[in-house]
């Protein structure tokens, strides 16, 4: 059964991804993602040019996961609480796929290396800003709150809170109470938001 282009590209990129949260973002090569995919090499050349082609492909796709971490998030009930909910909501991903967040980090951090042969890296975070940034000022609107800190910079701290967080859970889970901790940097933002 022949396989469409644009449907061998899709498994290419899922390839892509499974790959780099079971190995790491190093582990990514046009030959790798083939043999992953159970492509032929060719076809995967046909259909990206080059790794850093195929490593945006997959960065969109996680983009378009964003809503993973912060689906259900009661907006009806104002900022401070659709915060902590996305804020459970990444740390519950972070729990139970470390491999995944991992790899993500990774993404980020091959991106900003690679800055000046992709144009992944300037991407990343701003995609983050609009899916946040939506839920947050919605949360707010609906429940009638002003926050002090505007939506990109309130979207830019959180993440870099969970950033911070994420990574020291990784490095050793059991050291401290990283939820603990990490939810009371959570609530220190929204008071210095006002909320």
């Known amino acids: 059964m022949r396989v469409s282009a644009e449907d061998r590209k899709e498994q290419l990129i ?9 190995e790491g973002v190093q582990s990514v090569t046009i030959r790798a993602i083939a043999k992953e995919a159970n492509a032929p090499l060719a076809t995967a050349h046909y259909c990206f ?3 850093e082609e195929l490593m945006d492909s997959a960065a969109e796709a996680w983009f378009k996961n964003l809503s993973r971490f ?6 009806h009930l104002g900022l401070r609480k659709a915060v902590e909910q996305v804020a459970e909501g990444y740390w519950r991903a972070l729990e139970e796929e470390p491999a995944s967040i ?16 992709s144009p992944l890296a300037a991407k990343i975070y701003p995609a983050y800003e609009v ?9 707010a609107h609906s429940g009638g709150d002003q926050c002090l800190i505007e939506f990109p910079a309130l979207v830019r701290l959180f993440l870099m809170i969970y950033d911070g967080a994420a990574i020291q859970f990784m490095t050793d889970p059991k050291a401290t109470d990283h939820h603990a901790q990490f939810f009371m ?7 210095k938001a006002g909320v």
């Open 14 to 22: 899922a390839a892509t991804v499974e790959l780099m949260r079971r």
């Open 102 to 117: 991992l790899s993500e980090i990774e993404l980020i951090l091959w991106a900003t290396r690679n800055a000046a042969v």
């Open 131 to 139: 899916e946040l940034g939506k839920i947050f000022s919605s949360a």
């Open 49 to 51: 040019s080059n790794k």
């Open 70 to 75: 912060s689906s259900g998030a009661p907006i």
């Open 185 to 191: 940097m959570i609530d220190a933002l929204l008071l």
